[in-house]
């Protein structure tokens, strides 16, 4: 079975400073993916990034770029240079390997909050 | 990405009625995804919708109290029945285009309210 944990349930940063939000999974399939999603209070879901177990380099896609680690386990988000407008719930989630399931597990999620 | 409308964004409803929700994808796919958010929890799979085939269910939900139609490869519905407070939650359609990215696009939300 798969898994994932957000450890921090919310967090407050400084606006400019970068935060990590933590993420660990936990899978015994060979290939996964995995992702992070932004929901802000509106309720949508936004996709921010997305990151194979096989892919050798970290992925990035503007300021958000993804740390992973697979001997840890852990695929760690981090937001550079954040804005107010970066206040939402983030949820990190992660899709097996197998070749019918697409669906995705999500983690508890972490409210960040960015501070003027 | 696909693009996803869902219908009602948003819906009060009384205890023991029934709503159905309607998700609207702007291209073909081959499957569709349900989910559920309770207030301040994460998200769960309700269900995965495929064309010309019977929903699969996951743990802990069935098909009396969540019937879903997908009619074709656009249009999917998830109706919550005889609905109690507890159903008070977000539902989310979610598709993965057929080729190419690996993400999952999600719809705005059906926001209900059980009273």
């Known amino acids: 079975a798969q898994k994932i944990t957000q450890t921090q349930p919310g967090m407050f940063v400084q606006e400019k400073e970068a935060v990590t939000l933590d993420c660990t999974y936990d899978?015994?399939?060979?290939?996964?993916?995995l992702f992070w999603y932004k929901q802000p209070s509106s309720g949508e879901m936004i996709f921010l990034i997305y990151?194979?177990?096989?892919?050798?380099q970290n992925a990035t896609e503007g300021r958000y770029s993804l740390n992973f680690q697979k001997a840890r386990k852990s695929a760690n988000l981090v937001i550079s240079a954040s804005q107010l407008g970066d206040s939402a719930m983030y949820f990190c989630?992660?899709?097996?390997?197998?070749?019918?399931?697409?669906?995705?597990?999500f983690g508890q999620g972490t409210r960040l909050t960015i501070n003027p | 990405s696909a693009v996803i409308s869902q219908k009602p964004s948003r819906d009060i409803c009384q205890r023991g009625t029934s709503l159905t929700i309607q998700c609207q994808v702007d291209?073909?796919?081959?499957?569709m995804f349900w989910y559920r958010q309770q207030p301040g929890q994460s998200l769960t799979l309700i269900a995965t919708?495929?064309?010309?085939?019977?929903?699969?269910?996951e743990s802990g939900f069935v098909i009396d109290k969540f019937p879903i139609s997908r009619p074709n490869l656009t249009f999917s519905t998830l109706t919550v029945s005889n609905m109690s407070p507890e159903d008070s939650s977000i539902y989310l359609c979610?598709?993965?285009?057929?080729?190419?990215?690996?993400?999952?696009?999600f719809g705005a939300g059906s926001r209900l309210t059980v009273l």
């Open positions: 979610s598709v993965k285009k057929n080729s190419g990215a690996n993400v999952l696009t």
């Open positions: 899978t015994s399939d060979p290939s996964y993916g």
């Open positions: 990151q194979g177990s096989y892919d050798q």
């Open positions: 989630a992660m899709r097996g390997g197998n070749q019918g399931a697409q669906k995705l597990v």
């Open positions: 291209s073909q796919v081959t499957m």
């Open positions: 919708a495929n064309q010309g085939s019977e929903a699969t269910y």
